[in-house]
C-alpha cells in the first residue's frame, strides 16, 4: 500500500508524472470529472486548516467522489482518547484513502502503517507537509519552466516549518538548486533536515532578508508559527522579523516567484499582491491540482504492500514533547540511524539526547 508521508516517499519519476497529470487536469478537467466515482476520501483534520482540507475535498468532488471526515479533534473519538492507530483502522472500513493532518509529528506514519488504505500526510506538526511541497513544486514548474539550477531563499520560520522541510526535501534531487537561509537564529533550519541532503544541494545561512534578494529566482516565505512556541514571548519578540513590502522588491530580478504557503500574518504585505511576482494564490489553486494527481496515482497504484514499518533500536526513549509518542503511551519506541551516525525517532525524526 502507498502512503505519502514524507516527499520522499514520492520518486522523482513519481513527481515529474503527477505535475503532468496536473497540467492535463487544468487543461482538460472534463476527462477527469468520473476518475474517482464510487470512491470516498476521509479527511481527517486533528488541527485548523482553510487550504489543504478544501482543496482535498474539491480536489476529490471534481474527480467525481465522495468525502467524509472531519475539521478539529474534538468533533472526533480522539477526544475520548482514541488512538491514532485506532482511528485509521477504523477510517479504513469506511473510505478508500485518508488525508491526515495532527499536530503531533509522526501521527500520519502512526495511521500509515495501521491502515489497510494509502494515507496521505496532511501536515504533522513542525516535521513534514508533502502536499504542500506538490503545490509550490508545480508553481515552480509552471513559473519558471523547470525545477533545477534555481536560487531558492527560505525565509522565516525554518525551525518550525514545515514546508520548508518537505521543499528542501524534494527540491535538492534536482540538479544545481542553491538554499538560502534567512531566519533568526533561534528558528534555523533543523540539522537533521540538512544532513539529510548532504551535498545534493548548496546552503547559505543569513538573519539578512536583503543580502541575497537580487539573486533569488524563487522567494519563499513563510509564517512564525505561534501555535509552535511554548514561550509566547519568544513568538512575540520574533514574530515581525520579515515583512516583505514592494520597497524590498526594488532590486530583485523581473521573474523572480514570490511563494508562501498561506496563511500569512504580517510577512508579506498586501501591496505586494498585485506585483507580477506575487504567485502565492496560483499556488493554493496548484495545490488543489496536485492533490487531485495524488489521489489519483495512490488509488490506481495497489501493490498490495503494507506502508513498511521502520526497524531499528529500541530501548530508548524520545523527548520529544511534540512527538505522537508523548501522547500515544502504547507506541514503541524506535530510533534508526540517520545519515549523520545519530539515532533519531523514527516517528518525528528528532535526535536522541
Ligand atoms: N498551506 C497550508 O497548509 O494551509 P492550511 O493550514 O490552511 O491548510
Known amino acids: 500500500m502507498k502512503s505519502v508521508i514524507d516527499i520522499l516517499d514520492l520518486s522523482v519519476e513519481e513527481l515529474d ?3 503532468k497529470t496536473a497540467i492535463d487536469i487544468s487543461k482538460n478537467p472534463d476527462k477527469y470529472a468520473n476518475k474517482c466515482k464510487g470512491k470516498k476520501l476521509a479527511t481527517l483534520f486533528f488541527e485548523p486548516s482553510t487550504r489543504t482540507r478544501l482543496s482535498f475535498e474539491a480536489a476529490m468532488y471534481e474527480l467525481g467522489g465522495n468525502v467524509i471526515g472531519f475539521s478539529e479533534a474534538n468533533s472526533s473519538s480522539a477526544s475520548k482518547g482514541e488512538s491514532v492507530a485506532d482511528t485509521a483502522k477504523i477510517v479504513s472500513c469506511y473510505a478508500d484513502i485518508i488525508a491526515m493532518r495532527h499536530p503531533k509529528e ?26 504542500q511541497t506538490l503545490a509550490d513544486l508545480l508553481t515552480v514548474y509552471r513559473e519558471k519552466g ?31 538548486n542553491k538554499f538560502v537561509l534567512v531566519s533568526p537564529r533561534e528558528l534555523k533550519l533543523p540539522d537533521y533536515v540538512r544532513n539529510d541532503v548532504g551535498n545534493k544541494a548548496q546552503f547559505v545561512e543569513t538573519t539578512d532578508l536583503m543580502e541575497y534578494m537580487d539573486k533569488f529566482d524563487i522567494l519563499y516565505m513563510t509564517r512564525i508559527q505561534r501555535e509552535r512556541f511554548t ?4 513568538y512575540n519578540r520574533l514574530k515581525d522579523s520579515y515583512i516583505l513590502t514592494p520597497d524590498k522588491l526594488i532590486n530583485a530580478k523581473k521573474d523572480m516567484c514570490i511563494l508562501h504557503p498561506l496563511p500569512r500574518v504580517n510577512e508579506i504585505s498586501v501591496k505586494v499582491d498585485d506585483d507580477e511576482r506575487a504567485c502565492y494564490f496560483k499556488q493554493a489553486l496548484n495545490g488543489k491540482l496536485m492533490r487531485m494527481a495524488l489521489i489519483l496515482h495512490l488509488l490506481e497504484l495497489n501493490d498490495g504492500k503494507r506502508f513498511p514499518k521502520l526497524d531499528g533500536e529500541s530501548g530508548h526513549v ?29 516517528y518525528c525524526d528528532k535526535t536522541l539526547s
Open 17 to 19: 508524472d503527477m505535475i
Open 106 to 131: 509522526g501521527a500520519p506514519y502512526v495511521a500509515a502503517i495501521n491502515a489497510s488504505i494509502p494515507v496521505i500526510n496532511a501536515g504533522d506538526g513542525g516535521h513534514h507537509h508533502p502536499t
Open 146 to 176: 523547470r525545477l533545477d539550477g534555481l536560487t531558492i531563499g527560505l525565509v522565516g520560520d525554518l525551525k518550525y516549518g514545515r514546508t520548508v522541510h518537505s521543499l528542501i526535501n524534494a527540491m535538492s534531487r534536482y540538479e544545481g
Open 231 to 234: 514561550d509566547l514571548d519568544v
Open 318 to 346: 524520545c523527548k520529544n514533547p511534540t512527538c505522537i509518542t508523548s501522547t500515544e503511551q502504547e507506541l514503541e519506541h524506535v530510533f534508526k540511524k540517520g545519515k549523520d551516525g545519530l539515532l533519531r525517532c523514527i
